[in-house]
């Protein structure tokens, strides 16, 4: 008989299961969806589901570290035109005296793979400042971006195209700045753009004066406390799938759910150090993370179980996550448990701590890790050979 009620692990209240939905419990933008269906539950609730998608891991995600981790560890998957589209850097807050904004409106600034500039016009939301590209329930609103290509015709398709790709299915005019010419001096009307007005090509003028000026003021928005909540909802929805209900339970799961609805004026409770806000250990960062993969790990030591975080072996989080006493059939308690995701390769690796040391210091060789290793060397060619092209 199918139960008829659950209880979220989130909220921990008791539910009717017309009220679960579908959890990542390692959320999308990491990669979650191409791990492995152990990392996916419906003991959620679709409130806690919405709710922390938009104040916890959109938090995370679009930070100004995250972001440009992301966007950096893609790129060093890049080795050519049958690629996906890559995504853009956030450089920050634009400012033009001679750029009439509406109440509430911004620019962003954002880079594309290969120098191109993007200036964005979009709604402004105090409550998130800090993340790049503001709030993302704002979609509906009319928005409108310009883009300004490099001077290297080679590298044209890429930054159009991760330019469309970065705006596609959203309300968002899309102006291109230049006026492309074919060989026989004819103007090209590309596909995905819209026709300026008169006032965007006005402000498409003042952009690219800016940009040949080389005069661009810029600043960015920072909230220290940007990964406290995301690494908190981590312990409790990793520590539920590995140890199960009884997980719940521990001193750790209740300072996670502490920490995942902590109101302000309180104490965080569970014991985790971030490399923005502590002194990193490199030597630590080095040995959990990959280059271009985000990496959550599951080790012991001292008895007690550690959940490490690095994206693009740069953003690094660490937090105690569980007694060593509690036993799953989904890690050994010896060898640990490392996750490697690739999502710009629609990819992930399972593998215990050993077998990934194992690899990193080349004394044997992982087969799935040493094909990520070959595109890595490729896509360096790449970018090598397009450089001064």
């Given amino acids: 008989m199918e139960k008829e009620i659950f209880t979220c692990i989130y909220c921990n209240i008791e539910l009717s299961v017309k009220e679960s939905s579908l959890e990542h419990v390692i ?21 806690c589901n919405n709710k922390l998608g938009l104040f916890v891991d959109a938090s995370y995600a679009k930070s100004y570290f995250v972001t440009n981790y992301l966007a950096s560890a893609a790129r060093s998957f890049y080795t050519g035109k049958t690629c996906p589209p890559l995504p853009l850097s956030y450089m920050g807050t634009f400012s033009h005296e001679d750029i009439y904004l509406a109440e509430k409106q911004t620019i962003d600034n954002w880079l594309g793979p290969s120098g191109e500039c993007v ?67 004819n103007s090209i009307t590309l596909k995905g753009f819209d026709t300026p007005t008169e006032r965007e090509k006005n402000i498409s003028n003042k952009l690219l004066d800016t940009i040949f000026s080389k005069k661009i003021h810029l600043s960015s928005s920072i909230y220290t406390k940007f990964d406290s909540r995301f690494i908190a909802k981590l312990v409790l929805s990793i520590g539920y799938i590995l140890f199960g209900e009884k997980f719940l339970l521990t001193k750790h799961a209740l300072a996670a759910r502490n920490d995942l609805w902590l109101k302000k004026g309180e104490e965080e409770k569970l014991p985790k150090t971030s490399s923005l806000l502590d002194k990193d250990d490199d030597n630590l960062k080095k040995i959990m993370s990959y ?57 992930a690796i399972e593998l ?23 595109i890595i060397e490729k896509s360096k060619r790449y970018w090598e050979d397009i450089k001064d092209k």
Avoid at 27 to 47: E, H, I
Avoid at 156 to 166: A, C, Q, R, T, V
């Fill in 27 to 47: 959320p999308q933008f990491l990669g979650g969806n191409y791990s492995s269906n152990l990392f996916k539950t419906t003991d959620v609730c679709k409130a």
């Fill in 291 to 347: 280059p271009g993969a985000n990496v959550i790990s599951i080790i012991n030591s001292g008895g007690l179980y550690y959940l490490n975080i690095t994206v693009n072996g740069s953003m690094f989080s660490t937090t105690e996550f569980a007694s060593a006493h509690l036993i799953s059939p989904h890690i050994d308690a010896n060898n640990g448990l490392v996750i490697l995701l690739f999502p710009y390769l629609k990819l």
């Fill in 352 to 374: 215990n701590f050993f077998e990934f040391i194992l690899h990193k210091n080349g004394s044997f060789k992982h087969a799935e890790l040493s094909k990520i290793d070959e």
């Fill in 119 to 185: 200036f964005w016009i979009r709604q402004k939301d105090e409550r998130m400042y800090w993340y790049s590209g503001g709030n993302p329930t704002h979609r509906k609103t009319k928005t409108t971006a310009y883009l300004s290509l490099t001077d290297k015709p080679k590298t044209f398709e890429l930054g159009i195209k991760s330019f469309l790709h970065k705006f596609k299915g959203k309300n968002i005019r899309k102006i291109l700045c230049q006026e492309i010419i074919d060989d026989e001096g």
